[in-house]
């Protein structure tokens, strides 16, 4: 059964993937596996009761067959799992109907962001992201762009690149006495490149968690640290090189959002509203295709509130 045909009540038996895991200790001092489980059309929080093992976040990314009962928990529904163990070799199920994927044609949306690249008139911008991009082409098409929150599926990154390059090129050509098209197109097509080695993936290619060095430096240092590499192979003046790297180091915001440092020109502050608006745009799209007209959904922790889907 589809997660997002389950109803209160139902039992349950299939494949699913296992997105998140860890083992917590009850009140009562036994052990249990708290994790959510997914297939290409939702994400359901799960409980196995009284279990130490086997299964662990090391197994974070794996297909998984369960048996479970369909209860509620604040509203929300939740699988009470009572069997649970790692696919095998000889199980009949299919990865086209487990993993999510971006709901967009992934050569389409590439094509899209080099036509950007080549339609850039400075020399410069466009060769750092021509080469930026040839170098981790494979892996940029395919890899979510987060662990949970937003874009957490298959192509998620490209989908929220390419999203974002439209409105960065809609937005430059309203405000083009104030902004340099290429700078601000550059600062977005490049904005999360380093979350290719940021994350560590499972073998399906979904997030299961960060690398060494994502939890020390983090993509938007990770990024600008290429970003200058690239810019030194290809010859470009210090000036591009250092407003390409303070765009990745911006684009959060503030300090408070893991900005390394605040925007500080025109083409830094609208990337990173394009970067909220898109995120947060694909929140309430991920949700809303879940939800009846009419409602209120749980509370989001990503945007810290319940939001409504109109009748």
């Not at 799992?81 to 050569?107: C, H, M, T």
């Not at 590439?110 to 020399?123: E, K």
């Not at 947060?280 to 991920?286: A, D, G, L, N």
């Amino acid at each position: 059964m589809k997660l997002i045909d389950l109803n209160i009540g139902d039992d349950v038996e299939g494949f699913y993937l296992l997105k998140s895991a860890a083992l917590k200790k009850a009140n009562n001092g036994k052990p249990y596996l708290s994790c959510t489980v997914c297939d290409n059309s939702d994400t359901v929080d799960a409980k196995v009761w009284d279990y130490a093992g086997p299964l662990t976040s090391a197994d974070e990314g794996k297909v998984i067959k369960l048996r479970a009962q369909v209860t509620e928990y604040k509203g929300t529904k939740q699988l009470n799992i009572y069997r649970i163990r790692e696919a095998q070799q000889g199980d009949l199920f299919s990865l086209s109907e487990l993993i999510p994927s971006a709901p967009i044609a992934a050569d389409e949306a590439m094509a899209r962001l080099f036509g950007y690249i080549d339609s850039m008139q400075d020399a410069d911008y466009r060769a750092v992201c021509r080469e930026v991009l040839e170098r981790n082409r494979t892996k940029f098409e395919t890899i979510p762009a987060a662990k949970t929150v937003h874009h957490s599926f298959l192509h998620g990154l490209l989908m929220h690149t390419v999203y974002m390059a439209d409105t960065a090129a809609f937005l430059a050509s309203r405000y083009e006495q104030v902004l340099n098209r290429d700078l601000l197109l550059a600062g977005t097509i490049l904005h999360d490149v380093a979350k290719l080695k940021e994350f560590a993936t499972s073998d399906l290619g979904l997030v299961t968690e960060y690398s060494f060095s994502g939890q020390m430096l983090g993509h938007l240092v990770m990024g600008a640290q290429e970003v200058a590499r690239v810019c030194q192979e290809q010859g470009v003046c210090e000036e591009k090189a250092v407003l390409l790297q303070h765009m990745l180091l911006s684009h959060h915001g503030e300090p408070e959002f893991g900005a390394a440092v605040v925007p500080k020109c025109a083409e830094a502050e609208l990337l990173y509203y394009i970067d909220c608006i898109d995120s947060r745009m694909e929140i309430y799209r991920e949700t809303l295709e879940k939800m009846d007209s009419g409602t209120f959904s749980d509370r989001i922790f990503a945007l810290d509130k319940k939001i409504y889907k109109p009748l």
